[in-house]
């Protein structure tokens, strides 16, 4: 959204909130909730709170807190027209603009209009992907959120959340006032309800902040809400994407008008909806409901159990056996990173890891090694680059799986055991979770600090896929060994990318198995140290030789795609692959 509000982190509670209108809801929440929202302030802090957890081992669940587009916009159009439009003629024939989709504001149909960013689509998608699974407080809300985001999630949790706090009379009998119910929201963006409750003989009260200096309502502050609710015979319900406030007052026996993007009629059955663009819309839902229908609770599921079950049906399946991963970890000066690597290798769950650091004849690490009883310790005999020293560990390992990770990489707790579990109920040679990219800027003293995420290889991979522009990184692999060896392991005259060719050979001899999950994090650092981030001819030879070494026949759109990929990676400047969709307002240091 790009409006900045108050942050929220409570790093003693598992809850933690981003944006106003997340916070709203966490204010609802018990603080030993594990859930992260965020609703599209703030969007890299809450990734960056949700990559933290991810590195802790933490269970949690996220929840992308979306708005729908038109009735957003048709509050602030309705603003614009309010001020436009004096005469109740000319107002009608703009609001039925609205109401149609064909008015046009801000040089764009009324239906076009987006309140986010696609910077901030794009970093609210990635953020969806974080944590065990997905909170939506109904059914309508999870596809809103799958079809905005253009993603899915496997566990989901659907509930609403109830304002426990909310302290609501119950409905009066007798009473007969139409109460336009928006505590939160300014009189002025609340013009559309006025102009379609314009002519009822008895004027609606308006609970909200200020007033609409020509309108024939009533208005309330929110502070003297009860003296509204004393007279309500029907509360129209503003909240465009809520359903926790409508069921409040369906509880207390108030006649109801909500939205229908809130999810509220889910739940309460007859309920009374409108289309918050539409005035005539608003108009017969509170004439329906001053019909005095009958409405009745469908069975309300609790939101705390939801996300406990959710949480729980989530976690990681134990692999039914325990086979020996070696997992290979090549370094060259570089002490800090791989103690901090070896830190998060000390944090896995699977029982049953081998750790080899192979030293390409760089500053000695040995005593690092030494701390860490899993952990075997190899140099080679001469510098021989990063691939060659990889093949030299491999070569060591004993492993039935096996997996490679740079020095200044991270595995999250679960990795292995998920990837194990992949591989054994599979029966594939290869499986792979999601990786996050962290991007790290490196200062002239040396220290490193985190400025933004990205994530890749959300998608199953296979042949079609990795020549089409996805790649995998071996860092985001679990490998049978012997698939590996007969592949011969890395190629060894390549120098950037061996992992790419390494993902192709192996694509033809298996299936992958992909658990949409995050398993780890890659550093990508903007002092080109990274050997697949020296952009340039050489890396740009590299990656066509390698496409063109393992290219489909009959194929001339891959071929095309091919050349667009080696231009680009020629052309890219800086190194820079990849990049931050909304980078953090403050760089954070990597805990150790």
Not at 75 to 80: F, I, K, M
Not at 141 to 150: A, D, F, K, S
Not at 307 to 336: D, G, H, K, M
């Amino acid at each position: 959204m790009g409006i900045h509000t108050t942050t929220r982190v409570d790093c003693r509670s598992a809850l933690a909130a981003f944006g106003s209108e997340a916070e709203r809801l966490a204010s609802r929440c018990a603080p030993d909730t594990p859930l992260i929202l965020c609703d599209g302030s703030y969007v890299a802090e809450a990734i960056a709170e949700a990559a933290r957890r991810r590195r802790a081992g933490e269970s949690y669940l996220v929840m992308p807190v979306l708005r729908d587009n038109l009735p957003l916009a048709a509050r602030e159009a309705g603003r614009a027209l309010y001020d436009s439009y004096k005469s109740l003629d000319e107002r009608r024939y703009a609001f039925e603009a609205l109401m149609n989709g064909q008015l046009l504001f801000n040089d764009k149909l009324i239906t076009q209009v987006d309140h986010y960013s696609n910077e901030v689509l794009q970093a609210l998608r990635e953020f969806m992907q974080f944590g065990d699974g997905l909170v939506a407080r109904s059914v309508l809300e999870r596809q809103r959120i799958e079809t905005t985001l253009g993603r899915k999630r496997e566990y989901v949790a659907i509930a609403p959340i109830r304002d426990h706090k909310l302290v609501i009379p119950p409905a009066r009998r007798g009473a007969n006032r139409i109460v336009v119910w928006a505590p939160e929201e300014e009189a002025a963006r609340l013009a559309v309800f006025s102009f379609a409750l314009w002519e009822l003989k008895q004027p609606a009260i308006f609970v909200c902040k200020g007033i609409i200096p020509d309108s024939p309502h009533d208005f309330i502050s929110p502070e003297q809400a009860d003296v509204a609710l004393n007279q309500a015979g029907v509360i129209v319900d503003t909240d465009p994407s809520d359903p926790g406030t409508s069921l409040a007052f369906a509880q207390q026996g108030y006649a109801l008008a909500a939205s229908a993007n809130s999810g509220a009629q889910e739940y309460i059955q007859g309920l009374v909806t409108y289309q918050g663009h539409d005035f005539l819309s608003i108009l017969s839902a509170v004439s329906r409901a001053r019909a005095g229908r009958r409405t009745s609770f469908r069975a309300l599921p609790d939101f705390a159990q939801a996300v406990a079950e959710t949480l729980a049906l989530a976690q990681p399946v134990s692999p039914p056996i325990t086979p020996l991963v070696s997992v290979v970890i090549p370094t060259y000066n570089r002490r800090q990173e791989l103690q901090t690597n070896l830190n998060h290798c000390a944090k896995q769950t699977y029982p049953n890891v081998e750790v080899i650091v192979v030293n390409d004849c760089g500053e000695d690490v040995s005593d690092i090694v030494s701390r860490y009883p899993f952990a075997r310790y190899l140099t080679t005999p001469e510098n021989m680059g990063a691939t060659k020293a990889v093949n030299f560990a491999l070569r060591a390992a004993k492993g039935e799986f096996i997996a490679v990770v740079a020095d200044d990489d991270l595995n999250y707790p679960a990795q292995l055991s998920t990837l194990v579990g992949a591989l054994v109920a599979s029966g594939l040679d290869v499986a792979h979770g999601n990786i996050l990219i962290r991007l790290d800027t490196v200062s002239p003293d040396g220290h490193t600090r985190t400025y933004g995420h990205t994530l890749i290889h959300d998608n199953s991979l296979d042949t079609l896929s990795v020549h089409w522009g996805i790649s995998i990184h071996a860092q985001g692999a679990l490998i049978r060994r012997k698939t590996f060896e007969e592949i011969g392991f890395f190629d060894q005259e390549l120098s950037y990318v061996p992992d790419l060719d390494s993902i192709l050979r192996l694509s033809k001899c298996s299936d992958f198995a992909h658990v949409n999950v995050l398993t780890g994090e890659m550093a990508y650092r903007d002092n080109r140290s990274n050997l697949s981030n020296r952009v340039g001819l050489e890396l740009a030879k590299e990656v066509e030789k390698i496409l063109c070494a393992h290219l489909p026949p009959d194929r001339p759109l891959i071929h095309q795609r091919i050349e667009a990929t080696v231009q680009g990676v020629a052309a890219a400047q800086q190194g820079v692959f990849f990049y931050a969709w909304v980078h953090l307002s403050e760089h954070v240091a990597l805990p150790q």
